[in-house]
């Protein structure tokens, strides 16, 4: 081995650390913890007997090109259907404003290595979701914390840092926006919302990055056009994936953006990793095509719709006084605030001993705030355990109150 | 869309160009063409029958985790199958020294963003793989070409290299080795220079990067030691992958180092995708402990060891005098060179007029150099396409002959 290998190692790689998060996943294999601390989609959601058939077709049918190298944009048929569905949500897209990523994560890592130099500023969330930080974080980026309001990230607070930016000629490389019950906080941006900061995005001149994992997981109320069908003229890169609404051990999403975008992306991941498997892209097409993708899809919003509605039962049940959590419309999270003297690092580790965890709310804060909240995942744990689970939690809670 | 996009991309996006080898895989889609221009595995190689029986048993018996997120350095039983087949190897190492990477591609991008920064210094071979500069450049790394003998990488020239940058104070931060059948000049380096330069290594106090896809496809000679095995102390990272020697659709490399290194390439990667396709690696191990994959490989280099004897047989028939080839005893490639004033780049273009396609050497030169030079894949085309292209790309470049 090497004398200094932390000294030579980059000036980015020196500032990575370990995700808090992917340390707490290694928690769930504990059969005994209940977690509610992972991302992680339900496994009975997985369409198991669909998906023999279809591989099975796939390799008989296209088992050389499904088995072979692929083109870096990706598969075109997947390309295809993934374009339609967006069509119908108001985007104005070719086939040639896709690219398909090694999950969404790559688009997260390819926004970094496209656009970020050390120092870079970049406008994102207060909370934001942490593989997001993390990813522009290996690039060197600065990101400024916007607050939020009960519509999301506040637009006052966003044009008072463009403003101020701009007189510091240091303007920001994006604005990071998950608008659909947003990751970790569970808001979704409404409409006249989305209009103010691309209006401001407009003025400023400065490009927005629309993350949208869940949006089609919506268990009640309207859907909130996307801010790049808003625009729909290049200002809004969007990023999706199949991880919450098909599978994620298949590591499949995409990066759609004006083509002058997705060109250099393209170029970029060439060098990242090549290719996404075109395997794993071939089976979701024929999947898509077969009809399975959406039918599917319903019964997954109804068992996480189920779920949430039982975590937050329960919450409403067993939380003591000063507990405060909110009420999504979709997606995967509700996010809780204990009162301000509280410490959500103390309280996991005195949960963990009570079987029960979650991710400490601080991870996605990046200016460090956020002590006294916690995430909690309701489309994991069983519907049984999302109510004994909160159970246990509201005790550990009201064990550690003054 | 933002007015100065290509203003604001980073430094080292900006550097990005567009990969030859990519743009030449396109052409592959017309079949009149013989393509010798990928690096692409022969579809015939493709185990379909065993695939489809392993799937339906990954997919009902482990399901849930396969389809799921999974642990960012792999899968442990795909560790542990890797780790036993590099320990009758000589390696000596743990499962923790191994991390699961989205194919090789993904191996070299951890290395560029674990270790270079803007401008640092980086030894590559004259020539070397392009996916690897490209990697490299992506983080602005300067590299230096290292000539070539008859045995690889000159190591008088890489001691001359090392006492000049030592000397500057701007020590390179790892020196890229393909030592078996390397890519694309076809050459294998024997033991003795394997130990010259990794003796450089210690002396001089820098890292090896052993990247060695093909080392498994010999066809004749013995086996070279790998330089990991060497040195056994931490001094080598080791890329491999299943890309040639089993599906490149799946997208499953490795990296195996010293666990210091292991456990920053993770935390890299958490950041850069997550987790590489648990699907594709349990089906991948499956694969493996049925004993299928040796059975296969077997198969594969007697194959390929046809289709090379072949193309070397119509190389002696057909090529005219003053261009000379290499005859490699393993691998996928042999380099030709065509006599000093003429322009693989020109031939190239007559070449697809007569449906034949190759890559040019100078895409393999980080400086340029090798403009009479050009590479050819024996293993995707089929034996008698072996023969038909030769005899072709024979008759362009006489008639390109002074």
Redesign the interface.
């Known amino acids: 081995?090497?004398?200094?290998?932390?000294e030579?190692?980059?000036?980015?790689?020196k500032g990575?650390?370990?995700?808090a998060i992917?340390e707490l996943?290694?928690l769930v294999k504990d059969p005994e913890i209940i977690s509610f601390a992972?991302g992680?989609?339900a496994?009975e959601t997985?369409p198991?007997k669909e998906?023999?058939s279809i591989?099975?077709e796939v390799?008989?049918q296209d088992?050389?090109a499904?088995?072979?190298?692929?083109?870096?944009e990706g598969d075109d048929k997947l390309r295809t259907l993934i374009m339609e569905n967006y069509k119908e949500l108001g985007f104005d897209i070719t086939i040639d404003n896709i690219l398909i990523t090694?999950?969404s994560?790559?688009g997260?890592?390819l926004l970094?290595?496209?656009?970020?130099?050390r120092g870079?500023k970049v406008l994102v969330g207060l909370p934001s979701y942490l593989?997001g930080l993390?990813?522009f974080?290996?690039?060197g980026a600065d990101m400024i914390g916007i607050k939020f309001d009960e519509h999301g990230m506040r637009s006052d607070r966003v044009e008072e840092v463009l403003t101020d930016l701009k007189a510091k000629n240091d303007?920001p490389?994006f604005i990071y926006i998950i608008p659909d019950f947003q990751n970790p906080a569970g808001v979704t941006m409404p409409e006249f919302r989305r209009k103010e900061i691309l209006a401001l995005a407009k003025k400023y001149?400065?490009?927005i990055v629309e993350d949208s994992p869940y949006k089609q997981i919506r268990f009640e109320g309207k859907d909130q056009t996307s801010i790049f069908a808003l625009d729909n003229?290049?200002?809004v890169i969007n990023l999706g994936t199949f991880?919450k609404i098909f599978?994620?051990?298949?590591?499949i999403g995409w990066v759609i953006a004006?083509k002058?975008?997705t060109d250099?992306f393209i170029?970029?991941k060439?060098?990242?990793?090549?290719?996404?498997?075109?395997?794993?892209q071939k089976i979701s097409a024929k999947y898509i095509e077969k009809g399975y993708f959406n039918k599917n899809l319903k019964h997954t919003i109804q068992n996480y719709k189920e779920k949430k509605n039982i975590m937050i039962a329960a919450f409403e049940k067993y939380m003591p006084e000063g507990v405060t959590w909110t009420n999504p419309e979709g997606g995967l999270f509700l996010f809780v605030t204990l009162p301000e003297y509280m410490d959500a690092q103390d309280l996991f580790l005195k949960a963990i001993k009570k079987k029960v965890a979650f991710v400490v709310g601080s991870v996605f804060h990046c200016d460090g705030s956020g002590k006294n909240t916690m995430r909690m995942n309701f489309s994991y744990a069983s519907k049984e355990q999302n109510q004994e689970g909160v159970k246990r939690l509201a005790q550990v809670i009201r064990e550690s109150m003054r």
Chains 1, 2 share one sequence.
Do not use: W
């Open positions: 081995m090497i004398s200094n290998f932390q030579i190692i980059s000036k980015n790689a990575m650390k370990k995700s992917r996943l290694k992972g992680l989609p496994p997985f198991r998906l023999i591989v099975k390799i008989e088992g050389a499904a088995l072979q190298y692929g083109a870096t090694t999950a994560q790559q997260l890592d970094g290595k496209v656009f970020i130099d870079d593989g993390q990813a974080n290996a690039y303007m490389k001149d400065v490009l003229t290049g200002q991880s599978l994620p051990g298949f590591r004006h002058d975008i250099k170029m970029a060439q060098g990242t990793d090549l290719c996404t498997s075109p395997f794993v």
